[in-house]
C-alpha cells in the first residue's frame, strides 16, 4: 500500500537533546512537508521541499533543520535550539511541486514530549 | 502571508442534524482543502476542491473561488463526525506549501 510513514509514533527527550524524526513515503511524490500541531491549534509549517537537495522555510523554522538526499525521505530534526518542542509533528507529500501542488496527504505523526 | 479564518470554531449538535462550517480566505488560491482530525490526531482527507461543489456521502463541500471563501456541509451528524474540522488553502503565486485555519470543533451528541 502506498502511503507516508513517520517514526517514532511517540518520543521521550530529555532537554538539550537533538532527536530526529522520520518521514518516508512510497507515492512517487516531488514534494515533502513538515508540520507542527500544539494542543488546540491549527498547523503550522516548518520547512518543505519540492525537490531531492532541496528546501525551504516555513513559518517556524527556527531550531530545526531537515534535508532532502532522496525523493522518498525527509527527515526532521529537532535540535536543542528549539525551545519549545513538545508537539505533535506531521509529515505530508503532495505529487507535484508546483505550481498547483495537488492534493496533500499527511502520515499519521509523530508526538514528542520534552521531560 | 494568506490569512485563513474558519468559523464557528467551536459547534456542539444533536445526532441528525446539520451543519455549516465556513473558511474565509484573504488572497487568491490554486488549491483548497479540507480535513477531518480524528481524536488520535489522523488527518483524513475530505475534498480537494480549489472551486466549485463536490459532494460526498453525507458531506458536501462548495467553495466560491471569486468571493474568497469556502463551505463545508454536514447532513444528518453523527457521533463519529466528532472532531476538528480544518480548511487549509495556497496561493497561486508564491509559497506553495498548505496555510491551515485553526479549525471548527465539533462535537455531535447522541
Known amino acids: 500500500d502506498g502511503g507516508i510513514t513517520q517514526s517514532p509514533k511517540y518520543l521521550f527527550r530529555k532537554e538539550g537533546q537533538n532527536v530526529t524524526l522520520s518521514c518516508e513515503q512510497n507515492?512517487?511524490?516531488?514534494?515533502m512537508y513538515w508540520y507542527r500541531q500544539d494542543p488546540g491549534q491549527g498547523l503550522r509549517l516548518i520547512y518543505y521541499?519540492?525537490?531531492?537537495?532541496?528546501?525551504q522555510k516555513g513559518d517556524i523554522a527556527e531550531g530545526y533543520s531537515v534535508s532532502r538526499e532522496k525523493k522518498e525521505s525527509f527527515p526532521l530534526t529537532v535540535t536543542s535550539a528549539q525551545k519549545n518542542p513538545t508537539a505533535f509533528y506531521l509529515c505530508?507529500?503532495?505529487?507535484?511541486?508546483?505550481?498547483?501542488?495537488?492534493?496533500?496527504?499527511f502520515g499519521e505523526g509523530s508526538r514528542l514530549t520534552v521531560l | 502571508g494568506i490569512q485563513v479564518e474558519q468559523s464557528p470554531p467551536d459547534l456542539i449538535l444533536q445526532e441528525g442534524a446539520n451543519s455549516t462550517l465556513r473558511c474565509n480566505f484573504s488572497?487568491?488560491?490554486?488549491?483548497l482543502q479540507w480535513f477531518h482530525q480524528n481524536p488520535w490526531g489522523q488527518l483524513i482527507n475530505l475534498f480537494y476542491?480549489?472551486?466549485g461543489t463536490k459532494q460526498n456521502g453525507r458531506l458536501s463541500a462548495t467553495t466560491v473561488a471569486t468571493e474568497r471563501y469556502s463551505l463545508l456541509y454536514i447532513s444528518s451528524s453523527q457521533t463519529t463526525d466528532s472532531g476538528v474540522y480544518f480548511c487549509?488553502?495556497?496561493?497561486?503565486?508564491?509559497?506553495?506549501?498548505?496555510?491551515f485555519g485553526s479549525g471548527t470543533r465539533l462535537q455531535v451528541q447522541p
Open positions: 505530508a507529500s503532495t505529487p507535484r511541486s508546483g505550481p498547483n501542488t495537488g492534493e496533500l496527504f
Open positions: 487549509a488553502v495556497a496561493m497561486d503565486t508564491g509559497r506553495r506549501a498548505l496555510t
Open positions: 507515492l512517487n511524490h516531488d514534494a
Open positions: 488572497d487568491s488560491v490554486n488549491n
Open positions: 521541499s519540492q525537490i531531492v537537495n532541496d528546501f
Open positions: 476542491i480549489p472551486s
